[in-house]
């Protein structure tokens, strides 16, 4: 819990707009029920776990193995969750979500899935 609170307190979370969306990533991710998925997913990792993640037993595919057994994953060199929003993390995250996107794409037109 005291980790949780210093990413609270720490300069990310001094911007009200990034404060903001990490509020409400947690209350969707402590809401969302997931239920079976017959696709890929890609999960976006970083190097080092932060925020909520702490409290929680290490898993490499974060629970996700229970939904689908396509999971690519992918780290990302930002130190935590919340500087992925900030320079220069988040030109990586764009660019992994675009990367994504394109192989959904790519696996749809050639009828992968």
Request: glycine share 4%; proline share 7%.
């Amino acid at each position: 819990r005291a980790r949780i609170m210093a990413e609270f307190t720490s300069e990310h979370l001094e911007n009200p707009k990034t404060k903001q969306i990490y509020q409400l990533t947690d209350k969707a991710a402590r809401s969302y029920i997931a239920k079976p998925y017959n696709g890929p997913i890609t999960l976006l990792r970083c190097t080092r776990r932060s925020g909520p993640a702490n409290m929680r037993p290490y898993s490499y595919h974060q629970g996700w193995h229970h939904i689908t057994n396509q999971i690519e994953t992918r780290v990302l060199s930002a130190p935590g969750h919340l500087p992925l929003v900030h320079e220069p993390y988040v030109q990586e995250l764009a660019a992994a979500i675009q990367e994504a996107m394109e192989n959904e794409k790519w696996r749809m037109v050639n009828g992968e899935w």
